[in-house]
């Protein structure tokens, strides 16, 4: 059986308030400089449905890993069942996915009963997230980047533009 990750990229947690949640990332942990998107999303599904949403997300890199915030700010979102259900904390790990294009990746994760509940675009990235939340008791994320992808420019930074943001 392959493994449906070989890695993790990223932990994001979700919150109600992104800027005060990176501030304190900041100082309390030394995590940051943060940039900070509200991301123009395309093809929004949530278990199947077209459900369009909007967020807000922050992103820092630490030694090549990402750290995410998420803040959801209208429509439903797994992320707003997150806060609603749980509150605030971590929500989901970005997964690499090893040997999978990122199409047999969601095949197969569905054949293992692992079908998305969450699914859209943003500036050509595709992403997915898994439903493992019962065999796995986490929420794991997958996405597909086009080959020319290019960061888009963040609305803002905190405390200032990360040097080491990749693109």
């Not at 990176?22 to 900070?36: C, L």
């Not at 040997?99 to 969450?118: F, W």
């Not at 859209?120 to 796995?136: H, S």
Request: aromatic share 12%; with cysteine.
């Amino acid at each position: 059986m392959l493994p449906l990750f070989t890695g993790v990229k990223q932990v994001c947690v979700v919150v109600e308030d992104l800027d005060a949640t990176i501030r304190s990332y900041w100082e309390t942990a030394g995590i940051g400089p943060w940039a900070v998107w509200t991301p123009a999303l395309t093809g929004m599904r949530i278990r199947g449905e077209d459900t369009p949403y909007s967020m807000k997300l922050a992103m820092a890199w630490t030694d090549g890993f990402m750290w995410e915030v998420v803040q959801p700010l209208s429509g439903p979102s797994i992320y707003r069942e997150h806060l609603d259900r749980y509150g605030e904390g971590m929500h989901h790990v970005l997964v690499q996915t090893g040997n999978h294009d990122y199409d047999d990746m969601i095949a197969e994760a569905s054949q293992r009963g692992c079908a998305p509940l969450m699914e859209g675009n943003w500036n050509g990235t595709q992403f997915a997230y898994l439903d493992t939340i019962g065999p796995l008791k986490m929420v794991l994320e997958v996405f597909r980047r086009p080959p020319a992808y290019k960061r888009p420019e963040p609305d803002y930074c905190y405390p200032r533009r990360p040097e080491n943001m990749p693109l």
